[in-house]
């Protein structure tokens, strides 16, 4: 299944806004992903229509089964490729935007090397 990195990302969102506050609204993916309204709106519409997540009558977000795999695998990479970076001596903050960056363009095979890498650093 191929996705798009801003898909990838909206969905990351939600998964972890719905871990910290309960529920996902589109005013909150717009403050964490630094973006308009009218962006998530569009984007919540194009991911509602490919079956990744809905949307409720009072506007709450919640990802289906297809979106939240593909946001926690999004998320696991993101995590395990900051924590490697950040075992390695990168600062935190540097290691989190590059993972971010990450996240999206490594291959499987490379990723599940780096995750035994680090898991034997460990």
Do not use: Q, W
């Not at 309204?37 to 919640?62: C, T």
Request: aromatic residues 4%.
């Amino acid at each position: 299944m191929v996705i798009r990195e801003s898909a990838e990302d909206y969905l990351e969102a939600i998964l972890i806004i719905k871990e910290e506050k309960g529920n996902v609204r589109s005013i909150d993916l717009a403050r964490r992903l630094e973006i308009t309204k009218p962006s998530v709106s569009v984007a919540m519409k194009n991911l509602k229509a490919e079956g990744y997540v809905e949307v409720d009558e009072k506007g709450s977000i919640s990802l289906l089964p297809p979106g939240r795999e593909i946001a926690e695998r999004t998320y696991e990479k993101h995590v395990t490729l900051r924590d490697l970076l950040v075992s390695l001596g990168v600062d935190k903050e540097t290691a989190t935007i590059d993972a971010c960056r990450m996240e999206h363009v490594i291959s499987e095979k490379s990723f599940r090397a780096l995750k035994e890498h680090g898991k034997k650093r460990g």
